[in-house]
């Protein structure tokens, strides 16, 4: 059965968690494109002030 499309446009952190719950209720119903507008893939931004201050990027420090 063909899948049905699901398209996302912006790469960040709340359109990348919406299509991981897609995909963990109903792994085989979408075929999955997303558009970014940035020239990198996805990245936590939440974890770029501790980077970049030189802490370790462990979740548990
Ligand atoms: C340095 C920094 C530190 C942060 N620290 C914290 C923190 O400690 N705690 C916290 O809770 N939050 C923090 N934040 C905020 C947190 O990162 C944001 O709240 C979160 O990233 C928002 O996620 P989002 O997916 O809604 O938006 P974004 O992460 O901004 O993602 C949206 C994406 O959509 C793309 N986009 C937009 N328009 C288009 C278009 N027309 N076509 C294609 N792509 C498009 C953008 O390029 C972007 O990649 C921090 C942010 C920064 C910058």
């Given at each position: 059965?063909?899948k049905?499309?699901?398209?996302?446009?912006?790469?960040?952190?709340?359109?990348c968690?919406?299509?991981?719950?897609?995909?963990?209720?109903?792994?085989?119903?979408?075929?999955?494109?997303?558009?970014?507008?940035?020239?990198?893939?996805?990245?936590?931004?939440?974890?770029?002030?501790?980077?970049?201050?030189?802490?370790?990027?462990?979740?548990?420090?």
């Open positions: 059965m063909r049905e499309r699901l398209v996302v446009v912006g790469n960040g952190m709340a359109g968690r919406a299509v991981a719950e897609v995909l963990k209720r109903d792994p085989g119903r979408y075929e999955v494109t997303i558009f970014g507008a940035e020239p990198r893939v996805n990245y936590d931004r939440i974890m770029l002030s501790p980077v970049l201050a030189g802490r370790n990027p462990s979740p548990t420090s």
